[in-house]
């Protein structure tokens, strides 16, 4: 998929050829096998990637995600997105992802510890905080970037918390780095309703996914007064016309519970097919790649899909939705407030100096909409999808880097 979008890119914008076959291709993979001694006694085998798509701009950057079906295609397409994501914010960094394949609601805090140090140490000689610094993604959270901090401190012997991202606060993590993701969708998306004369706070709104980007953009939006009228999670959505209380589904997401199991009269059960093609204004996929596919794009009917996820949207999808006059804010630009304050934490654990929640957002919301008006400007001026207009800029960038670094030897 990141290979045919970077094809059909390279086509609209006269792509040399070389750069384009240069973006195709990781510059590096590891694939790690993690053996892990289980609380009964057993030994069992993971297998974990960490691949860099790209260091041309910067160390690699990225999020690790844990899930028992993760595959190292995947993670190359993921690691090409965050390439083309911070370019496209001008951040200088590259793009990297990893995953390990693994059902963490398996594991017990012990057994998850144990993978995440493992994993850190066989990944140990390609990750730091000037080669390829990763942060949280699907299933992962603060506590385990501090375990892999502290591995990777311990092997150097010394504490270098630049070396990953997304950290809890009292070891050199950021503020407003956890809403961070949630955050910047809002601002893209209030940008966007002022450029298209919406009203936001009249919209009506459908979520996939209850996870850190979800849930976050979902309490945002509820209480900005905006309707959420379907949300889901693994276990399927909640649907109510009228709109649903966020704040208590997250209390009872928060206390380890599934929305199948929410018990409420006025709020009628969905599957996960059902939540996506449910008639609302603005539908926010913030769960997996791959959801909105050739066979489900024609039965969504909406205005405007802000893509919080990764991938969401296949290519022959983004025809189908482009054919029928749906706008689709591209996960490079939408979802990338989480590599932002990513950013942010970084250069602050580097100068060991931090930053109030003010600064945090403020420029948080300075870089989205700024990058949110280079991308729709060059939209109505040449007529493109903002997908493509934001691909344009990102890939023109790491073209000039290409071309001014030259290619090695
Ligand atoms: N996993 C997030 C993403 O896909 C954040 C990556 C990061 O902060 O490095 O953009």
């Not at 957002?361 to 040449?382: G, R």
Request: proline share 4%; with cysteine.
């Amino acid at each position: 998929m990141a290979k045919r979008q970077i094809d059909i890119v390279a086509k609209e914008m006269g792509l040399d050829d070389n750069i384009k076959k240069y973006l195709q291709r990781v510059e590096r993979c590891l694939i790690v096998s993690i053996p892990i001694l289980m609380d009964n006694g057993k030994l069992e085998m993971f297998e974990g990637y960490r691949v860099h798509h790209s260091t041309i701009r910067g160390p690699g950057k990225g999020g690790i995600r844990y899930a028992p079906n993760v595959t190292l295609d995947e993670v190359k397409a993921l690691a090409t997105w965050m390439t083309l994501k911070c370019s496209l914010l001008n951040l200088p960094l590259g793009g990297a992802k990893g995953g390990v394949c693994v059902d963490p609601t398996r594991l017990s805090r012990t057994e998850l510890e144990k993978i995440t140090r493992r994993f850190t140490s066989e990944i140990l000689n390609i990750i730091g905080p000037d080669i390829d610094i990763p942060a949280p993604d699907v299933n992962t959270n603060p506590q385990i970037m501090a375990w892999i901090m502290d591995t990777y401190s311990m092997n150097k012997g010394r504490s270098i918390p630049g070396v990953v991202t997304g950290k809890p606060i009292e070891i050199g993590g950021s503020v407003g780095r956890e809403s961070a993701t949630g955050m910047g969708l809002y601002y893209v998306l209030d940008a966007l309703c002022s450029r298209e004369n919406l009203d936001l706070k009249s919209q009506k709104v459908v979520v996939q996914g209850f996870g850190n980007v979800g849930g976050t953009i979902a309490k945002i939006l509820f209480e900005k007064g905006v309707k959420i009228i379907a949300i889901s999670d693994i276990s399927g959505g909640l649907y109510n016309k009228d709109g649903l209380d966020i704040k208590s589904l997250l209390e009872w997401r928060d206390n380890k519970h599934l929305l199948k199991d929410y018990d409420n009269d006025n709020y009628v059960y969905i599957n996960n097919d059902e939540v996506l093609e449910i008639k609302c204004d603005i539908l926010i996929p913030a769960a997996l790649e791959n959801q909105i596919h050739k066979a489900n794009a024609d039965n969504i009917e909406c205005k405007i899909i802000l893509e919080g996820a990764n991938g969401p949207t296949t290519p022959e999808a983004d025809e189908i939705l482009q054919n029928k006059g749906i706008i689709v804010v591209p996960d490079i630009l939408a979802n990338a407030g989480g590599v932002c304050v990513s950013y942010f934490e970084y250069i602050q654990d580097i100068h060991s100096y931090f930053w109030k929640l003010d600064r945090i957002n403020q420029e948080l919301k300075n870089i989205m909409v700024n990058t949110f008006e280079e991308v729709y400007n060059l939209a109505i001026e040449k007529n493109l999808t903002l997908r493509i207009a934001a691909y344009i800029i990102s890939i023109s960038r790491l073209e000039k880097a290409i071309e001014l670094r030259g290619i090695f030897p």
